[in-house]
Nanobody, 123 residues
Framework: QVQLVDSGGGLVQAGGSLRLSCAASGRTFSGYHMGWFRQTPGKDRDFVAAISMSGDITTYADSVKGRFTISRDNARNTVYLQMNSLKPEDTAVYYC????????????????WGQGTQVTVSS
């Protein structure tokens, strides 16, 4: 079992930055691929970024490529999402997730989820 706690969301103006954090407890954090997803009301949870167990492979949705950076610190059991040049369309609840087996952009491949943190970008 892995428990994930998301934090770092907030209200920011367009063009601004935020850094989300996801702290993990429980089983060995370094044994999980990690991902960030986001969701707006009435829509499915969309993939944002993923990072492999060791942190050497990262993948991004086209909509955030070049603006967002995913990273992890296995010594601190934490994964981060640095979000720069934020746009109003980035407004969503952001969730981190952990996958035991698959390095994936598909939400149903992830086994554990954080509670979510709201990001609101004003124009």
């Amino acid at each position: 079992q892995v428990q994930l706690v998301d934090s770092g969301g907030g209200l920011v103006q367009a063009g601004g930055s935020l850094r989300l954090s996801c702290a993990a407890s429980g089983r060995t954090f370094s044994g999980y691929h990690m991902g960030w997803f986001r969701q707006t009301p009435g829509k499915d949870r969309d993939f944002v970024a993923a990072i492999s167990m060791s942190g050497d492979i990262t993948t991004y949705a086209d909509s955030v490529k070049g603006r967002f950076t995913i990273s992890r610190d296995n010594a601190r059991n934490t994964v981060y999402l640095q979000m720069n040049s934020l746009k109003p369309e980035d407004t969503a609840v952001y969730y981190c997730a952990a996958a035991r087996v698959y390095y994936s952009a598909y939400a149903n491949h992830y086994n554990y989820w954080g509670q979510g943190t709201q990001v609101t970008v004003s124009s």
